[in-house]
């Protein structure tokens, strides 16, 4: 099994939430029917993943969220993508 290390932005003492991409990420999202596919490089899929930690973290409040938007972050043609941190709930 591969290692790996991925170091994830602290949450900032500000209230603000740091994202860092890695070079040459690339990331598509496509959505046909009732499927959605998040197709990246490496680099992509690596900056995906610590975004996702970023949210993670404890003192990062619900509903703070990265939005990725359409010939930004994303490629040409891949509308926007928002990845938000919900509150945990017991059923």
């Given at each position: ?18 994202f860092?991409w ?24 690596v ?45």
């Amino acid at each position: 099994m591969a290692e790996w290390n991925v170091d994830v932005p602290a949450y900032g003492s500000d209230g603000n939430l740091n994202f860092v991409w890695d070079d040459g990420f690339q990331i598509l999202v496509d959505r046909s029917n009732s499927e959605i596919t998040i197709r990246a490089n490496a680099a992509g899929l690596v900056s995906l993943a610590r975004h996702c930690l970023t949210l993670a973290q404890e003192a990062v409040p619900p509903g703070s969220h990265i939005h990725l938007t359409d010939s930004v972050e994303l490629e040409a043609g891949s509308g926007d993508l928002i990845i938000d941190k919900l509150r945990d709930w017991c059923p």
